[in-house]
């Protein structure tokens, strides 16, 4: 681990922390805020409006959220300014719901994810450098499941048994040990580890890179684009170094599909459970919830670390591969109680996705800086497949069944598992 | 405050005369917590028809709506809860099916012992 060691275990701790508590922050956002909003009157237009803004906002920041925090030079600025937006967000929402204010929130709430996600990202790169990143992630990504199974355990018991309010009172109030962590994340690396290792870090890194020889790890037909970009040096020519990238559009594509298909089976699986079992339901889809963060806490270091051994590829195909082995399952054996292990299954997919999809990011811009721009791109391909995903799959549940909507789901996994098999190469530096 | 034109009277309703309901929690026969109540179909007099319950899964996710008819809900606005009770047994409630778009026919679940109250056809 060449630049590994440069970072301090205080920092390394400072930035399992920031995962877990982050993960804590976003657990209230999402479906739970229509329950909120039910429980203060809200109407079912009202609400349908609110969170279609959000979402909306979260799918046009992507991009833009992504080359901002490339242009800015601190990157634990953005992540502080992130999680601030966050908090305030969250303030909103428990003590002001009306609608601008809730607007006004699911906005904020939006951008600023797409701030926080890349900057955690960069942040992590700046800490450890590219070599050690895969196994960094692996770490990042336990801990955020830590802090999500734990979050999701404690807003569930509190939102049924205190008030909905109160899960946003604690939202906002775990925002602040998350800014707590950024003063020590911050290693020898920042400083003196090299210029390679800033890439992701500053964005005065070009004249750094300009001067530096080519890394001997970089695939010379690569190498080659980037030296003729960074000769010319204009942003725009970067930018098409990036965006006519293979890598880069076929990972896009395996994002969206990946997406497609995994985004609508939980919700499905769970409106069944909700069905059949009436007051139980809500304790296994807990499960449901909490069960496959346990498998990524498990599971994503030794993800990062393969990664890193042995390559990208093997471990796209297993978490590819492992949605439409999920969604078959599902499709065939509708047990509200089998459901918790086959939910353990989506852990593998998960682990595999939150590891590989910053990693993948890094081998691709390489050189360039582009970072966390890339990981906009495949943000906005994820929150893409989402979205059509719950359309398409509702549909297919309304017309045909849930049996034939899972094996839809399917279907886009089959394909996003052949795309990664057939199409996606391997990104691992030096290969 | 404006005054109030003549065309016009107060009347006070308590809260032991009129409960709100919309988002209102909805408890089972055995008063335990099901649902909360997010939504009223009315006929063309503005009379309640039937009420959309969300059945909530857990933070939101796997939450399930039905329509049960007005008549299978039963309030309390009298007594210092104000609670809001389903007559529906679990298994008229499992084979419920899903309320999902207000464009389209709303399956309503109508008790068998109270007759539909007669609308236009």
Not at chain 1, 88 to 95: D, E, G, P, T
Not at chain 1, 249 to 262: D, K, M, P, R, Y
Not at chain 1, 344 to 351: C, D, Q, V
């Amino acid at each position: 681990m060449p630049a590994g060691h440069l970072a301090t275990p205080r920092a390394r701790r400072g930035l399992d922390l920031l995962n877990f508590f982050i993960a804590d922050v976003q657990t209230g956002f999402g479906p739970f805020v229509a329950v909120y909003l039910t429980a203060r009157h809200w109407t079912q237009v009202e609400i349908g409006f609110a969170l279609s803004l959000g979402t909306m906002t979260a799918m046009v920041s992507q991009i833009p959220a992504g080359a901002l925090v490339d242009a800015l030079r601190g990157k634990r600025a953005a992540a502080a300014a992130g999680i601030v937006a966050i908090g305030a967000s969250a303030l909103l929402l428990a003590v002001w719901p009306v609608l601008l204010p809730v607007l006004v929130a699911q906005v904020l709430h939006g951008f600023a994810s797409c701030v926080l996600i890349p900057a955690i990202a960069a942040v992590s790169l700046g800490l450890v450098g590219h070599a050690a990143l895969g196994e960094r992630l692996g770490r990042n990504a336990r801990f955020a499941a830590l802090g999500n199974g734990l979050a999701a355990g404690v807003m569930g018991v509190i939102g049924s048994y205190v008030s909905e309010r109160s899960v946003f009172v604690l939202t906002a109030a775990l925002c602040l040990p998350a800014l707590a962590t950024l003063p020590f994340i911050r290693g020898a690396s920042f400083m003196s580890a090299g210029p390679f290792i800033d890439v992701g870090t500053s964005s005065h890194g070009a004249s750094v890179v300009d001067a530096a020889p080519p890394p001997p790890q970089l695939a010379t037909r690569h190498a080659a684009k980037i030296g003729a970009a960074t000769k010319i040096g204009t942003e725009q020519s970067e930018l098409a170094v990036l965006l006519t990238d293979r890598r880069l559009l076929v990972f896009a594509a395996c994002v969206a599909l990946f997406h497609l298909s995994n985004a609508a089976m939980l919700p499905i699986a769970a409106g069944e459970v909700t069905q059949l079992e009436g007051t139980r339901a809500s304790l296994i889809i807990a499960a449901c919830i909490v069960v496959p963060q346990g498998v990524v806490a498990l599971l994503s270091p030794w993800v990062g670390r393969t990664a890193e051994r042995h390559g990208r590829r093997p471990l796209l195909l297993l978490g590819w591969a492992s949605l439409p082995l999920r969604g078959v399952l599902l499709a065939l054996l509708p047990n509200p109680f089998l459901l918790v292990a086959l939910q353990a299954i989506s852990g593998i997919s998960a682990a595999v996705f939150g590891v590989m999809l910053p990693l993948i990011a890094d081998d691709v811009t390489r050189g360039l800086h582009k970072f966390n721009l890339c990981i906009g791109i495949f943000g906005l391909a994820a929150a893409g497949g989402a979205t059509l995903s719950t359309t398409l799959a509702g549909w297919l549940a309304d017309t045909a069944g849930d049996r034939v909507a899972f094996l839809g789901l399917v279907v886009a996994g089959l394909a996003g598992t052949a795309l990664v098999w057939l199409a996606m190469p391997e990104t691992r530096a030096g290969e | 405050m404006a005054k109030l034109p003549s065309s016009v009277a107060l009347q006070k309703v308590a809260p032991a005369d009129a409960m709100p309901v919309l988002g209102h929690r909805v408890v089972g026969p055995g008063g335990k917590d099901i649902a909360r109540l997010v939504d009223v179909l009315v006929d063309g007099n503005g009379e309640p028809v039937a009420a959309v319950l969300d059945f909530g899964g857990f933070m939101g996710v796997g939450s399930r709506k039905i329509a049960v008819h007005w008549s299978a809900l039963h309030f309390e606005p009298a007594e210092a809860t104000h609670r809001l009770i389903l007559s529906l047994t679990p298994d008229e409630i499992k084979a419920a099916p899903e309320y999902k778009d207000p464009e389209k026919a709303a399956p309503v679940v109508v008790p068998a012992a109270t007759e539909p109250k007669p609308g236009p056809q």
